[in-house]
């Protein structure tokens, strides 16, 4: 079946502008989960979603970042007034039910310049 | 502070051989682990997990062990396979839903 899809796979943006960064997880599968992962890092904790709603976002990195899941399928990651330190890949992953293996869509590399 | 902790960025092997990758920890709630394989341009791909009510767990080549006490896991690769080449990041859950990764560690596998 069709894993967890991401788009675009690259985007290149300037400072201070706006980006929005798509997920659609795998097909019935609850749970999706943000990472971003910079260069010479594992991927860090952004935010998760149990259904529609936000359960946990307490990695994102400030105000400026925002993310949704409306009907509980495909969720869209939001950043606002971007800076050069947002450059990095931004992971979606899915799993089944909280706690489950997450498999992870091929990423979103964002270049803020 | 990191929690998960791959001290080895890289790592050569030759064909055939045992590769063996290593990942502290120092959060005693995690209760779950897991080793992913990430090619590049490409999302970390799940490889093996493991409890923490269990010491070792197997599949096909690869084995991850786990030693609680000393807040320690590996992933052993045998036989090891050019293909294997990747980086590979150990994670862990404490509970929660979210997982908190290493590093990663980038294995060549040469022929």
């Known amino acids: 079946g069709a894993g967890v899809s991401q788009t675009p796979s690259n985007k290149v943006t300037e400072k201070g502008k706006y980006v929005e960064l798509r997920c659609d997880p795998i097909?019935?599968?609850?749970?999706l989960y943000w990472y971003r992962q910079s260069l010479g890092q594992g991927p860090e904790f952004l935010i998760y979603?149990?259904?529609?709603?936000?359960?946990?976002d307490s990695g994102l990195p400030n105000d400026r970042f925002f993310a949704v899941r409306p009907e509980g399928s495909v969720s869209t990651l939001k950043i606002q007034r971007t800076e050069r330190g947002d450059s990095a890949v931004y992971l979606c992953?899915?799993?089944?039910?909280?706690?489950?293996?997450?498999?992870f869509g091929p990423g979103t590399r964002l270049t803020v310049l | 502070d990191q929690q998960v902790k791959q001290n080895s960025p890289s790592l050569s092997v030759q064909e055939g051989r045992i590769s063996i990758l290593n990942c502290d920890y120092t959060n005693s709630m995690f209760d779950y682990f897991l080793w992913y394989k990430k090619y590049p341009a490409e999302g970390p791909t799940f490889l093996i997990s493991?409890?923490?009510?269990?010491d070792k767990n197997e599949d096909g080549r690869f084995t991850v062990f786990l030693n609680k006490s000393a807040k320690h896991l590996s992933l052993h690769i045998v036989p090891s396979q050019p293909g294997d080449s990747a980086v590979y990041f150990c994670?862990?859950?404490?509970?929660?839903?979210?997982?908190?990764f290493g590093k990663g560690t980038m294995l060549l596998v040469s022929p």
């Open positions: 097909s019935g599968h609850t749970a």
């Open positions: 979603f149990q259904g529609t709603g936000a359960a946990d």
């Open positions: 493991i409890s923490s009510i269990k």
């Open positions: 994670a862990a859950y404490s509970g929660y839903s979210t997982l908190t």
């Open positions: 992953a899915s799993s089944s039910q909280d706690g489950d293996t997450q498999y």
